[in-house]
Nanobody, 121 residues
Framework: QVQLVESGGGLVQAGGSLRLSCAAS????????MGWFRQAPGKEREFVAG????????HYSDSVKGRFTISRDNAKNTVDLQLNSLKPEDTAVYYC??????????????WGQGTQVTVSS
């Protein structure tokens, strides 16, 4: 059973940056695509970014494209999300997610517990 633990959230001013990290235990992530989602208060959880097993293919929502970058280090069993040019509307709990397969198709097999990102104006 894989456990995903996010870290790196916090409070930042608009225009600032944060780097979120997702560490896995219990199973190697190298065989799986991974993703990041977020959920703002009163809103549904939404897809932010996905990456295939090798890191060779990435996908982003239109709202974060060009500002966020997803990456992975299979040797360290981690997946990161670099958040740049943050906006108040990026405020949300960010969740790490593991896919069922090595390609990001949108279905999530397991979730982390989430890390809060708050962007002040």
């Amino acid at each position: 059973q894989v456990q995903l633990v996010e870290s790196g959230g916090g409070l930042v001013q608009a225009g600032g940056s944060l780097r979120l990290s997702c560490a896995a235990s219990g199973r190697t992530l190298s065989n799986y695509a991974m993703g990041w989602f977020r959920q703002a208060p009163g809103k549904e959880r939404e897809f932010v970014a996905g990456i295939n097993w090798s890191g060779g293919n990435t996908h982003y929502s239109d709202s974060v494209k060009g500002r966020f970058t997803i990456s992975r280090d299979n040797a360290k069993n981690t997946v990161d999300l670099q958040l740049n040019s943050l906006k108040p509307e990026d405020t949300a709990v960010y969740y790490c997610a593991r896919a069922y397969s090595n390609t990001w198709l949108g279905s999530v097999a397991s979730w982390g517990q989430g890390t809060q990102v708050t962007v002040s104006s």
